[in-house]
Structure formats: C-alpha cells, structure tokens
C-alpha cells in the first residue's frame, strides 16, 4: 500500500452536508403519514436511528430523513418466553437499562449504546457477545414489524425465514422497521481476563483465540507494539460482578481518553512528543483496573455508555472486516500501513483501534460474515485533518487484503470491489428491493452506486 503525501488530485470523499426535510414521527399513524405518496415528498426518504453510522447510509442531499428516534416505547417484555419488544427508535441503552432492572439482558453486549434497536438491525452492529449467536444484534431478531414504501405495514415472523434474513442488515432499503421482538435471557455472568501483549505475542495466538466460544474484543496500539486483550467466557467459578469499575472503565476509554487526545493536540506542538504522550496515555487507561475489580461481568454492566451525544468530542472511525483465519498475518500487515502512513503522509490515529471476533453468521443475507468468521477492526480518531485521505488510503489497504466492507461503516469503498465481495447475495438483495421497493424511494445516490 502507498500512502500518498498530497491529495490535491484525488477528491475527498466527504460526507454529505444535507438540505432534506427531516420528519421526527412519534407514532406508526404519523410514519405511514411520512410514506403516504399522495403527499409528494421529495425523494428519497431515507430512515435514521441515532445516525452514529459514519457513511452517507443514513442521510440524503435532498428529500426526506425520517428520523426514527421518537418511535422509543418498550410495548412489552415477557420473561417466560424470553422476548421484548420495542419500538425501532429505543436507544439500545435504554433497553439494556430497563432489562437489567427486570433482571434480564440482551444475548450480546453492544457499545456505543446511544444507537437505536432499529439502526442496529438494519446495519450490522457487533460486540464482544460469547458463543455464536451473540456477536451481531440483529440474530436477536425473533420478528419484525416495517412500513413499506407503499405505506403498508408488514409482520415478519420467524416462519418467513427468507424475509426475515434480507430485513436484517438491509439499511433501511426495504422498508422502514418500525418494531422489533428480540430474544432476551435472565442477566448471566461471565468471567473476564484483560492482558496486555506485544502484538507479535497476539498474532502467534490470534486464530487460536478466534477460533474459540468466547467473547473477544482487543484494542489495537500499531505505534506502541501493544494489545489489550478482553477475553470473556461463561464459568461456574464467577466472582461478585460489580458494575462501578466497569462504569469507570468505560468512562476512562470512551469519554476520558478521547477528550485528553484531543486537548493533547492544543498543548503540545511537537509531533514526536505528543505521540509518546498519546501512547503513554491509551497505555495507561487500558491498563487501569485490572483483572481482580474486572474479573466478573454481565452484558448490562459491560455494554459502553459512552459517547453520548454533544458531550464527547466527535470520533472518525471506518470499520472493516477481515477473514479471521488470516488474522496473524492482517494484523502486522495493518500495523505496518499505519506507520508507512505516519511516515508518508503524517498521520496516526490517536485512539487505538477496537476489534472484534465476529462469528460466521448466514442470518442476515448482507451479513459481512456470511461465509467465515471475520475480525471487525474499527480504526477510530479524534484528529480530523488529514482523517479523510487517511480513511482513502485505508480503504485501499482493506480491499487488497480482501477485506468485507460493511455499508454502514466503511469510508470510501469502491463499488465495484462491494459488489465482488458480495457476489450473488447483492444481486439477489437487489431483486428484492426493486420488487419491494419500485419507484426506489428509499434508494439514495450512496446506495444507488452498490444496489
Ligand atoms: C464512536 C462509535 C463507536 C461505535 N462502535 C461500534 C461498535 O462497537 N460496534 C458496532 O457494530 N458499531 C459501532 N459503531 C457503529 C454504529 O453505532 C452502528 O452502525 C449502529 O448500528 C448504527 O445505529 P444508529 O441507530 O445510529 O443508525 P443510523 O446510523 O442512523 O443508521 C444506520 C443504517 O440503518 C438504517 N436505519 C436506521 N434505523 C432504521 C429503521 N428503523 N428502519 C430501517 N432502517 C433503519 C439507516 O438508514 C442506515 O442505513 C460505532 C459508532 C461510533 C460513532
């Protein structure tokens, strides 16, 4: 991969600024209201949760946002069948709140939690849930209830498979959900290790972890030769679970650090000094509270809280996924782009990047992970200048190392390389979408380029 010093050829690719209309329904009266054809809205109507995804899947030029937030009732949570339902605008942190009051929690844990139970469906959203059906939210999915392009509201069940497996991941291009049921389970342990290794030491073991039944999320330091490592796993030798250090890690990784980064850049004018200081810094907050106060946890207490909107500093961030059986070799490969970048073109990302096992899962048709078990590597910043040429050369490094792209969450793909990664399934996710979708109502410029 070269990176490039100076861009002024290659357009940046950045994300839309918007004139469309917004529309905050509260009810499925006032939804239907927004899809009715007779009120010839401008084109297209494009459905937003918490909008955190960082590419232009969430937004439109022109037309209409229908901005899902206000669709937030919990209508019913039934701990013999082990279901909740709610609306598609509930904050994912308020379900796990509500849930963990009652004594239950969702399968897997998700940060980022201000994002909604509706965004995290229609765009995949992983985490560090244990055993297979834990790593991506929308397998959680039981039943469905989404506004058509034609106004119609449809039930889908776990009878209609097929139906159900395009909804999931299907970035609000078939209709607009606007109910979900999920599955949910009493609140349950698990145990938890955090170490800290070279990244060496963490490609020799890297397959063997992935290939595992547990909970794996790392943060990844390419320029100090460091993995943090949380590993979780269901044991009968649990501990006290206590959720303060859990609130107190994720306030000094996800809010803390992100703000002292970037108050760093203000203070600290020299390159070479602020990049010891931001290493020492990501060093000293993954390596705080270590394994005694952490050793326990449920999904309630790890989920992340943080950021929350308008009160952290903004993060740039690109997801990829890459094949995790070549895991010990992508990784020193990803290591190495990010150095050739600091020293080509000056750049470094300040926060280290997140990473997660995502297990093989043919739940959803646009899964990322439809065919093997993938690595979600999510490369984060708080340093805007020089983020947009960074994410260019990213993207580049990701497809020659044959990487998924996810829609919601990878910067500057090319359309040509999306529709090779997923071959058929796009064409078959097209045909549905034209059929269920004719007039391409909900198909902005961004989609149109892949579907
Ligand atoms: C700092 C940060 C950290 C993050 N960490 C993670 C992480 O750890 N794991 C992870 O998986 N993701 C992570 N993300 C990504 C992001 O949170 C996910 O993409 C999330 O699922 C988006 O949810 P949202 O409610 O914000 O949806 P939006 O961004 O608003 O929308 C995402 C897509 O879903 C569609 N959509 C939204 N609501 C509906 C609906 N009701 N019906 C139909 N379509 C709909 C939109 O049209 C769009 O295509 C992170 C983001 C940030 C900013």
Known sequence: MTARKSRSTKPSRQRLATRATVERPATLYELKKCLDSARRSALPLRPRGAGTAPT????????????????????????????????????????????????????????????????????????????????????????????????????????????????????????????????????????????????????????ALISTDIGLKFYLLPHGDKVYLDVRRYSVKTGRALSLPWQIKDWRENKLLPRVLKLLRGVVPFPAMRYRLTDAISDATHGFLKARLLGTGTNAMAASQWPRHGSSPKLFYSTWCFPAAEASVVIPAYVEFCKTTLAVSGYRCDMPAVGYRVQKNADSLLSPAFDESMIALQTMSTREAGWENFVIDLAEFAQQWGAIPIFSQSRSMRADYARQAYSGRIEFFGKMRRRLDPDGKFLNPYFAQYF
């Open 56 to 207: 232009d899947c969430n937004t439109c030029s022109t037309g209409v946002i229908i901005d899902m937030t206000k669709l937030d009732r919990i209508l019913n949570v039934d701990p013999h069948n082990g279901t909740v339902t709610v609306e598609a605008g509930t904050r994912l942190r308020n379900l796990t709140l509500m849930l963990a009051k009652r004594g239950l929690e969702l399968e897997g844990c998700y940060d980022q939690s201000g994002r909604t139970v509706g965004g995290a469906i229609a765009a995949p959203c992983f985490g560090p849930g244990i055993g297979n059906s834990a790593t991506c939210f929308s397998s959680q999915v039981l039943s469905l209830k989404m506004a058509m392009a034609d106004g119609r509201v449809m039930t889908v069940t776990r009878n209609q498979e097929n139906l159900l497996h395009a909804l999931r991941a299907s970035y609000g291009l078939l209709g607009i959900i606007c109910e979900a049921t999920l599955r949910v389970r009493p609140l349950t342990k698990f145990s938890v290790s955090h170490s800290c290794v070279t990244i060496d030491k963490f490609c020799s073991v890297a397959t």
